[in-house]
Each structure stands twice: as C-alpha cells, then as structure tokens.
C-alpha cells in the first residue's frame, strides 16, 4: 500500500520559532509537494522537488523553505513562524512524468501562537 | 493568474439521490483534471480523473464530464450513500508540476 507519512498530525509553536514540518514517501516518487489547506481556499502549492536537492517554488512560497536532500523526504521549514501561518499542511508525492496522480500524507494541522 | 472556481461549497442530499459539483478553469492550456476526495482527517485521494481527449469518463457511479470549449467540467455522483460524506476538490493541470485545486465542495450525505 503506497505511503505518504508526516511526522506530526498536530503541532503548536510560538511566534518567531524556526519550525521544521517532515514528509516521507515510500513509493520513489521523484515528485514532491507541499501545500497548504485552508477553507474557501482550496490546496495551494507552497513549494515542489522534482529530484533530490532540486526545488521549485508554488504559488505561496514567502515565508518558507523546503529541503530535499534524500530521494523519499521533504521537508517544509517555516524559518520564523507567524499566526497567519496557522493553517493545514498537506504533503504529497508523484511520479516523475506529468499528469500523474498525486498520493497526499494525512496533513499536519499547525497553531502559531 | 490561473485559477479553478468550484460551485457549490456546500451541498446536501438524500441518501439515494445524484450529486453534481461544477468546475470552471481559466487556463486554457490544461489538459489534466483529477477530482480528489478528503474524509475526515484525512488527506485527498484521487477518485477519478479525465484528460482533455476525452469527453466523459465513468467509474461505478461516479462519473466526470469535460467541456473545453467552455472551460469547465463536472463531477457527478449517482445513488450517493452516507460515506460519500466528504470534501471534493476539481483540479486543473497543464501537464507539466503545476495542478490548481479548487476551494472545495463539502458533500453531506443525509440517511
């Protein structure tokens, strides 16, 4: 069964942290992503790696940073977290050729307070 | 900038009766539209998808429609049951990474 884990379901960091929110796929993917779920709004796409160590930025990238230094791990970091970051983030993986399906983790829900 | 609109956000139905949720997308060079499902707690996982060579595309009682010269399609849900119960979102994509969700359609599924 084809797996996409986060490592946390919820999470509550103080304004200002450095927050690290991690992504493994088990299905060699080459394609992975990071969105962000809130309501009315639909998935928007913070940022995306197509390889290792190669990363794109989506439509909402200000304010994070990704790493992508294994085949199987993504990670989003919030460099200096703010409330307005308070959100749903959901990973994803795909494989590498186009229009393909992409497989969600369960989401982290993180408060900044 | 691109964009996807989805109608309804909210939609209601009896046990037994079809459900139809409508997409309208703005970019006219997409060619992938995947509809993904969200339970509760869970993360979406794609139900269906169509491409735009096709017109219509059916899986049991799910079925999706496509429209290009109007730029919109459809999904829709025949003899829905309470585990329909979820959040749909349509998407577009152009084929390369990059794929637009829309905000999503909250389906209740009454018995």
């Known amino acids: 069964d084809v797996k996409v884990t986060q490592s946390s379901r919820y999470l509550v960091k103080r304004t200002g942290e450095k927050v690290f929110l991690e992504c493994v796929q088990d299905?060699?993917?080459?394609?992975m992503f990071w969105y962000r779920q809130d309501p009315g709004l639909g998935l928007r796409l913070i940022y995306f790696s197509y390889d290792v160590k190669m990363k794109e930025k989506g439509d909402i990238p200000e304010g994070y940073s990704v790493s992508r230094e294994k085949k199987e791990r993504f990670s989003l970091i919030l460099e200096s977290a703010s409330t307005n970051q308070t959100s749903m983030y959901l990973c994803?993986?795909?494989?590498?050729?186009?229009?393909?399906?992409?497989?969600f983790g369960q989401g982290t829900r993180l408060t900044v307070v | 900038g691109e964009n996807v609109e989805q109608h309804p956000s909210t939609l209601s139905v009896q046990e037994g009766d079809s459900a139809v949720i409508k997409c309208t997308y703005s970019?006219?060079?997409?060619?992938?539209f995947p509809w993904y499902k969200q339970e509760l707690g869970k993360g979406p996982q794609l139900i269906i998808d169509i491409r735009s060579n096709v017109g219509e595309k059916k899986d049991q009682r799910i079925a999706v429609t496509l429209n290009k010269t109007a730029k919109h399609f459809s999904l829709h849900i025949t003899e829905t049951q309470p585990e329909d119960s979820a959040v749909y979102f349509c998407a577009a994509g152009t084929g390369g990474f990059k794929t637009i969700f829309g905000a999503g359609t909250r389906l209740f599924v009454k018995a």
């Open positions: 994803a993986s795909s494989k590498g050729q186009s229009r393909a399906e992409a497989f």
């Open positions: 299905m060699d993917h080459e394609n």
């Open positions: 970019d006219s060079a997409s060619n992938y």
